[in-house]
């Protein structure tokens, strides 16, 4: 947690599982991602942005619904970012 509310998303990032897949599959390397430079998306306590822990099953907050494409496409991702639950609350 402290490193989330110290925003060290390069550090985060660099311990992410599926970029650590991308780093030794080849099959992975086929596949690109924008920077991550917000907190992990996943899992909040309902109706709020308090991360859920749970040290019994080894949850940990982490990034889900990413946004992935393939790197050979010429595509480029200049904003990669996410959406917080008090945004999506304002939307209903």
Not at 27 to 37: K, Q, S, V
Not at 38 to 59: A, E, H, I, W
């Amino acid at each position: 947690m402290a490193l989330i509310e110290k925003k060290d998303y390069t550090f985060l990032a660099n311990n992410d599982q599926l970029l650590k897949s991308k780093s030794l599959d080849s099959d992975f390397g086929l596949i690109a991602e924008g920077n991550i430079m917000f907190s992990p998306t996943y899992k909040f306590n309902k109706g709020t942005n308090d991360y859920t822990l749970n040290q019994v099953k080894n949850k940990i907050p982490s990034y889900t619904d990413r946004i992935i494409y393939s790197n050979n496409k010429g595509i480029e991702n200049p904003y990669y970012n996410s959406i917080n639950n008090n945004f999506v609350h304002f939307l209903n």
